[in-house]
């Protein structure tokens, strides 16, 4: 338990690592080691742009990592997707004055 909590949590405080129960230990060196995996994940994430970047004829830092859509999806909840506001846009324009007719159905009932 000592060791692991060195190695895995950087904690060396003997009284500290006495003082947890068995399940908090759980879960800190389960969320070292959740923390490695995301460690590898970004270090996959970077060796897959740096192979784009290099490979690619007019490589784009939007194609890598878009900030700009990063932003926006954080600060209101939404995705910034340009495409889609085209087409939103497109519909809007299209439909522009558009008045639905209903018409009741003759047969009543069911």
């Keep these: 338990m000592i060791e692991d909590s060195a190695r ?3 904690v060396t405080d003997i009284e500290l690592i006495h003082s947890w129960e068995p399940h908090e230990y759980k879960i800190l ?6 923390k490695q995996i995301d460690q590898y994940e970004y ?3 970077q060796a897959m742009a740096h192979g784009y970047a290099s490979r690619a004829k ?3 830092e939007k194609r890598i990592f878009n900030a700009k859509k990063a932003r926006m999806k954080l600060e209101t ?6 495409e889609e506001m085209k087409r939103s846009a497109r519909m809007n324009r299209a439909l522009k ?6 018409i009741p159905d003759k047969k009543g009932g069911r």
């Design 43 to 45: 270090m996959a994430k």
């Design 58 to 60: 007019k490589p784009s």
């Design 8 to 10: 895995y949590l950087n």
């Design 77 to 82: 909840g939404k995705s910034y997707d340009p």
């Design 97 to 102: 004055g558009f008045k639905p007719q209903f």
């Design 29 to 34: 060196l389960k969320g070292a080691q959740h």
